[in-house]
């Protein structure tokens, strides 16, 4: 029996059998206090966007990444938002951006009505400084200070880097090349809360806290959670001062209304961060489980055929949030990728696909992709598997095994 054979044979049998085990890809973990402080936050009665754990989580978050200030806010996406303001992106300015990574990294380019320039990436995933430098070189001349784009006259006005499943980038390389050429850099770190520099010049220093501003994401699925929510931090402590205000509409009279500027409607709410406090006080074990959980995988794929557990990069600690295995192109042979990820979900392993292209998307495939090479490859044949902190040996050996079973084993 030929290995396609054995895959549809393998996934009939499976739909026949009722499976009563489920290894989600990757959910929430409220094994502290979290119910004790959402219930004091309800007590209380302070539920909405003023009340004591909305500073309290700040304090903490400023704490743990060694920054004078943190201001807490609605989400990920709108902490992005945020920071382009910030920023100063204009309509009509350019913005670049990795082409992987979930659509909500660009998306706020759009919300300034400028527009966004795809980029490549690196091994680790994160976006690819040596492309980034070769655009800003050959496609765009420096013109008092500004980087403009050649062909469009316009201003390349900000780099927005994605640490890509807690995989920090290359920021060394990234700052150089955005001092040069006077790109404010804005971090998305919302995969990335704990990761960090152990060498080199940033040795100690934290995804989001290198370029001019970073964001984090507390979405369910996330290393901590708030539910939703989000956090954004600058250089600049009065610039993170700034953003608080602009978060709660501006309100320059809060008693009589007064708005000087145009804000928004982007402050967390006291009850998600109540969660966040009690979320933040697991945070380092959560990160010593995915560190666990990620040798226990390679080691069960260590001799796998089919594909390769993909590593962090050197000099850093990630948080490791989430494991991707890249499969063999040569062993994907007539199994698409929705298939592999149907199949493992009858076995009871939830598993899902890297992202679409964001160049590829249909709002932007008119905008510019700069030589956009390795990035199709890795959409094709990354698999994200389980990746949850409150997953066993027995949960990862069983996960393990259906994966190797759906991609066909070792089989030579």
């Not at 969660?275 to 959560?286: R, T």
Request: glycine share 8%; with cysteine; aromatic share 10%.
């Amino acid at each position: 029996m030929c290995k396609i054979d054995r895959f549809i044979v393998l996934t009939k049998e499976r739909r026949k059998k009722k499976v009563s085990r489920f290894i989600p890809l990757s959910i929430p973990n409220f094994e502290g206090n979290e119910r004790k402080y959402v219930d004091d936050a309800i007590d209380q009665g302070w539920v909405s966007t003023g009340g004591a754990y909305i500073t309290k989580l700040e304090e903490q978050m400023a704490g743990f990444l060694h920054v004078e200030k943190v201001a807490a806010c609605q989400s990920g996406t709108s902490g992005l938002h945020l920071a382009l303001v910030e920023c100063g992106v204009q309509p009509g300015d350019m913005v670049i951006v990795p082409t992987l990574t979930f659509i909500a990294a660009v998306n706020p380019v759009r919300y300034q009505f400028a527009e966004p320039v795809f980029m490549d990436f690196d091994e680790s995933l994160c976006l690819d400084p040596e492309k980034l430098a070769e655009f800003c070189e050959k496609e765009c001349r420096l013109e008092a200070q500004q980087l403009v784009h050649k062909k469009s006259g316009r201003v390349v006005k900000a780099v927005i880097v994605v640490h890509v499943f807690g995989n920090v980038a290359d920021m060394e390389a990234i700052m150089s090349i955005a001092g040069k050429y006077h790109l404010k850099v804005v971090e998305d770190a919302t995969e990335a809360l704990g990761s960090h520099y152990t060498a080199g010049k940033l040795a100690g220093r934290y995804a989001g806290t290198i370029g001019d501003f970073g964001v984090y994401s507390f979405n369910g699925n996330k290393i901590i959670t708030t539910g939703g929510g989000g956090a954004v931090t600058a250089r600049c402590a009065d610039e993170v001062e700034h953003l608080k205000y602009l978060s709660t509409q501006a309100k320059d009279d809060p008693q009589f209304y007064i708005h000087n500027e145009i804000g928004y409607n982007y402050r967390m709410t006291n009850l998600q961060a109540a969660l966040g406090v009690a979320q933040m006080e697991e945070l380092q074990q959560f990160i010593e489980t995915k560190h666990r959980n990620y040798i226990l995988y390679k080691e069960r794929f260590q001799d796998a055929s089919f594909g390769t557990l993909l590593p962090f990069r050197e000099g850093t600690c990630s948080n490791q949030w989430f494991y991707s295995l890249q499969l063999r192109e040569d062993r994907l042979q007539g199994k698409d990728m929705r298939d592999i990820i149907g199949a493992l979900q009858e076995r009871g392993v939830q598993t899902r696909a890297i992202w679409g292209l964001n160049h590829e998307q249909k709002p932007y495939r008119h905008n510019i992709a700069y030589k956009i090479e390795k990035a199709p490859c890795y959409s094709a044949t990354v698999l994200n598997i389980p990746s949850s902190t409150q997953l066993t040996e027995e949960d990862i050996c069983y996960a393990a095994e259906q994966i190797t079973e759906v991609l066909g084993g070792d089989e030579g």
